[in-house]
């Protein structure tokens, strides 16, 4: 058990997170807007939430983590309707895409994905609830739209101090900066450019606001209070401050406990954007030749609270980074690992927890990989591992692998030989590892006995 320490944005402050129930942290992380290939920028929300998933387990906390997709929204419905598709073959070639990059990112899987047109009852619910407990209205064109005056606690997220006298003024983009806080989208009413695109509800014909969608599900899967959220620093206004205010006027509850949000991978300065055009896809940096690890790499590499500039020279960095990691790691071996290598696990657990200081833990792996290098990597197998339980870039098929990590019939065969040799049996010795060979394993004599790797 390691203390995870996190910057609450709620609070601004460093806080210890705790779990509210069952040594299970329950954290929803906004998922994509399913209408094109994710950026990289995109891809550094999404693997400084896996780091942050992954941190939770390696300090002895069980996650339970819901990402949503976005499959209605505006930008959802302009592009089915601009390419003459329904919205659900539209959107299904990006949920595909988006699964096979988070794989080749080595991020791992959320438990729950719940899609937006999956809940449309409970948006419409919640959204009941809201009418009932006088916090939302139909408007004349029959929208319905969240009273931001009626919740007091609005912009505690954004520290931000609501000036209740503009009252009146809407808002019918999902997507608004502070200068324009007003009452917001809950429930938008059918329009032609819709399309076939819609819903009936009690409102009439329509579909839901983004905001809602996560209010919804966060609470479906995860319950009316529950302990992280997460987002890239873009989401916290407007989407996330009223997600808190839909969700907590609805329930009276505390919504959520701790939110992180991570800063923006930027291009000369500006941020990364679909909009600005300034944007490299996953598929962009494979075509050029680099690999998912190599950008994973670049990724988590900074901390998650400092913005980080998208350079190809990073990623060539990244690759030479790799080969040194590579070259250290197929020379470790299992075993007990010597008191050096412990004191660098110890530091890279303490940077892990204090508000994942990315790096500094890479700077304990280099640390380690150093003093392998220096002092003979035997028995350094074991730390190697349990880093990579966090960052999730190391490749261990060159490791040296001793007997506790061998499949069983491999290892009797391993015995089987060794017996063979002490009896100078050459030709069973042979036999022995033309058929370890054949079961994809390579073993290879030395002074100190065999060593046997996966092929
Ligand atoms: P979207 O599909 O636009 O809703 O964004 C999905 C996630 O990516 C959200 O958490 C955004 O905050 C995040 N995001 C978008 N652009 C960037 C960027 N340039 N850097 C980091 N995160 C980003
Ligand atoms: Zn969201």
């Not at 209605?72 to 329904?86: C, F, L, Q, S, Y």
């Not at 206004?237 to 939110?259: L, R, S």
Request: net charge negative.
């Amino acid at each position: 058990m390691h203390i995870m320490k996190v910057h609450n944005s709620l609070t601004r402050r460093i806080e210890e997170l705790v779990p509210l129930a069952d040594n299970e942290i329950r954290l929803y992380t906004c998922g994509p807007t399913v209408y094109n290939f994710a950026h990289i920028g995109n891809f550094r929300a999404y693997a400084f939430e896996d780091i942050l998933r992954r941190a939770i387990q390696f300090s002895g906390m069980k996650i339970r983590q819901v990402m949503n997709l976005t499959d209605v929204d505006d930008k959802t419905i302009k592009g089915a309707n601009a390419a003459g598709v329904a919205l659900s073959d539209y959107t299904k070639t990006y949920k595909d895409a988006f699964f096979a990059d988070l794989k080749k990112l080595n991020i791992q899987p959320a438990e729950v994905y719940p899609a937006a047109t999956d809940h449309i009852p409970e948006m419409i619910a919640l959204v009941q609830k809201l009418m009932d407990r006088g916090v939302a209205y139909k408007s004349e064109d029959g929208s319905v739209y969240f009273k931001v005056r009626e919740f007091p606690g609005y912009g505690k997220l954004a520290h931000i101090d609501f000036d209740s006298q503009r009252t009146g003024l809407r808002c019918a983009d999902d997507e608004y900066d502070k200068e324009n806080v007003g009452d917001f989208a809950l429930w938008k009413a059918w329009e032609p450019s819709d399309g076939p695109v819609g819903w009936d509800s009690p409102w009439g014909r329509g579909r839901p606001g983004w905001h809602i969608e996560c209010s919804a599900m966060s609470m479906k899967y995860l319950g009316e209070t529950f302990d992280l959220h997460t987002g890239g620093i873009d989401n916290l206004f407007p989407h996330h401050e009223n997600e808190i205010a839909q969700a907590e006027a609805a329930t009276g509850k505390p919504f959520v406990k701790t939110w992180m949000h991570c800063a923006h991978l930027r291009v000369n300065g500006e941020k990364m954007s679909k909009s600005l055009g300034n944007f490299y896809t996953l598929r962009d940096l494979l075509e050029k030749g680099y690999t998912g690890r190599e950008i994973r790499y670049v990724l988590i590499n900074a901390h998650y609270r400092s913005s980080l500039n998208f350079a190809f020279s990073a990623l060539d960095d990244a690759r030479k980074s790799l080969a040194r990691i590579d070259a250290c790691v197929a020379n470790a071996t299992d075993g007990e690992a010597p008191e050096w290598a412990g004191r660098h696990l110890a530091d890279f657990a303490e940077a892990v927890g204090d508000d994942l200081n990315m790096p500094k833990a890479f700077a304990a792996l280099f640390a380690l990989v150093r003093d392998a290098n220096g002092k003979g990597a035997a028995g350094t197998l074991g730390v190697f591992r349990r880093m990579d339980e966090v960052l999730g870039v190391i490749f261990f098929e060159n490791a040296k692998l001793e007997s506790a990590e061998l499949p069983a019939d491999i290892q009797a065969m391993l015995d089987a030989r060794a017996e063979a040799r002490k009896a100078k049996n050459w030709a069973e010795s042979d036999r022995l590892r033309d058929a370890m060979a054949a079961a994809g394993w390579v073993v290879t004599d030395s002074r100190d006995g065999q060593t046997c790797k996966r092929k």
